[in-house]
């Protein structure tokens, strides 16, 4: 509830649905009128809400919104690694790693957690939905922390493939860049002048004859900025073949799941933050991806 007059518990909740960017079209009054006569909305608690109840301003209620309907993306997740603890898979393109905005059901935490009846999986980091390859999720609750800390203090090596045309740059070098994204644009972009914040080693570069004149990069970021692999590619003279927001951004409603980005994270590694054991998890990334038929 927001610092405001109160309201009845149902009128703050139709609002809340009808306001939604993307709303099942069943999703209306009735739905509503179900929700509160099946206690699905509830306080912090668990406490049922009554429709006519009226919520204090700060009051926490918790209910679920219906997902829209979505487009199912082709392509499917593979698992590379499973113990009692985690699950590392392999995450095709077009998926988004947590829900979000008009892709919920369409993300590897909701497929997921369907398909294993596992509501406690969850991502210990994320990967930009164009983005395909590793993705480590814990199976327990009480475990998320130790992960999620482990990938954010950036004690994880990565490894990241991605195909785009051969120009000739030669490896070993290093990427320094500032990088910075603002909220609600698409784009990220680099700043001359300014400290790097951004910084990825390239350990290789291969020519390879498909596609004709392309060449497959190892990238090893150092640093985690959005979008950062992308936007020095493209800083660097070879944007990623297939981005749809690098160089041009592509309308939304053109997406063709027969032409993915060629951008993948292939090698994870890390000391294990419960066993101290030296762990490593590596995939084919898009190479092996098998492209549906248009």
């Known amino acids: 509830m927001p610092e405001a007059d109160p309201i009845r518990a149902w009128d703050l909740i139709w609002h809340l649905v009808a306001t939604q960017r993307h709303r099942h079209p069943e999703d209306n009054e009735s739905a509503v009128n179900e929700r509160f006569a099946r206690n699905e909305v509830v306080l912090i608690d668990g406490t049922p809400v009554a429709p006519d109840t009226v ?32 699950l590392v898979v392999n995450k095709p393109p077009f998926l988004t790693t947590m829900p ?13 957690r369907r398909a294993t009846g596992n509501e406690d999986l969850t991502p210990a980091h994320r990967l930009d939905r164009a983005t395909s390859g590793l993705i480590l999720l814990t199976k327990r609750a009480e475990l998320r922390g130790a992960y999620q800390e482990l990938f954010a203090r950036r004690h994880v090596n990565k490894i990241y ?3 785009a ?31 790097p914040n951004a910084l990825t080693d390239v350990s290789d570069v291969t020519p390879i004859l498909d596609p004709p004149g392309a060449a497959r990069y190892l990238l090893h970021p150092v640093t985690g900025r959005t979008h950062q692999l992308r936007v020095q590619m493209l800083d660097a003279g070879v944007p990623i073949h297939g981005d749809p927001i690098y160089p041009k951004l592509q309308p939304l409603d053109e997406e063709d799941f027969a032409e993915p980005m060629l951008l993948s994270s ?9 066993s101290g054991e030296q762990r490593s998890f590596s995939t084919t990334g898009f190479s092996g991806l098998s492209v549906p038929e248009p």
């Open 161 to 163: 493939e991605a195909v």
């Open 55 to 86: 919520l204090a301003p700060g009051t926490d209620v918790f209910f679920y919104r219906r997902p829209a309907p979505e487009v199912r993306v082709p392509y499917e997740i593979t698992t590379v690694f499973e113990d009692d603890h985690i």
């Open 100 to 112: 979000r905005g008009s892709h919920i059901t369409e993300s590897v935490t909701v497929r997921l």
């Open 266 to 274: 292939v090698g994870i590694s890390f000391a294990d933050p419960l």
């Open 165 to 195: 045309d051969d120009i000739g740059l030669t490896a070993p070098q290093t990427w320094e860049h500032h990088i910075e994204k603002n909220e609600g644009e698409l784009a990220a972009r680099i700043l001359a002048g300014r400290e």
